[in-house]
């Protein structure tokens, strides 16, 4: 049994591996083809386009994919969501599509824009996000540089933004957000039903949520006095509650933690202070709740 997994080629291409790698599970890609080699012999690849995803998910094709809720919902098929990635090409976050006109566009609201022409990607959400406001409008699908379409070509575009940089180069105003998307693990309904491949496609997500959850994350391991513990434990935050365990000395415990890699530049100095011993502060690859 091989698990045939789709993995997203384009933008989110790289920002994927690298999830993977750090889930503990290579890809080997090669830019010839669209097949891709694996760590584990029980998994192969294939990269494909976020936006054909859904389809050779639900048809059957791949067992498995990630690629964005904005697609599955673009698309209308039936797969299973396994789980939800929050991370983007450039960012561990998620994305937004957004109404954007010129910035010195007259339309304010999208009301405004009734009997205009829209242009998106995104075209069948956009129609129906239209018609469900009860506005009229032209909906025309685009094949790229869709920023820079206002005014000549379209009176507004819907388009995806992480930052929001291109739109700001293109003069463009946002009206509003007409979605919020993120990565998902999404599955083929026979292949879900299935002992085996959902056992698979289940520790997959488990490792790449924990891969997810890790990330800006360090562990903290210190050494203290039981009389110091109280004021050592006011002083970090945690994931749950930090593990307190004795050692050899029965006066002193061990304190291990993990904490935002932000907070250790000012929180090991406070730690120090606090008489704490043998700080180590060390990176982390999966945080599995």
Known sequence: MKLRLGIPKGSLQEATLGLFARAGLRVYTNARSYFAATDDPDIECLLIRAQEMARYVEHGALDAGLTGLDWVLESGLDVVKVTDLIYAKQSMGRVKWVLAVPEDSRFQKLEDLAGQIIATELVSFTRNYFANRNVDVRVEFSWGATEVKPPLLADAIVEVTETGSSLRANHLRIIETVLD?????????????????????????????????????????????????????????????????????????????????????????????????????????????
């Open 181 to 289: 998307s993120n990565t998902q693990l999404v599955a083929n309904h026979a292949a879900w039903a299935d002992p085996l491949r959902r056992q698979k496609i289940e520790n997959l997500a488990v490792m790449l949520s924990g891969a997810i959850a890790a990330h800006g994350r360090v562990g903290l391991m210190l050494n203290v006095l039981k009389s110091d513990l109280p004021a050592v434990l006011g002083l970090l935050p945690a994931l749950k509650n930090p593990t307190v365990a004795p050692l050899a000395d029965g006066q002193w415990v061990a304190v291990n933690t993990i904490i935002e890699e932000t907070t250790a530049w000012s929180l090991i100095p406070k730690l120090k202070q606090a008489n704490a011993q043998g700080i180590v502060e060390y990176p982390l690859n999966k945080v599995v709740m």
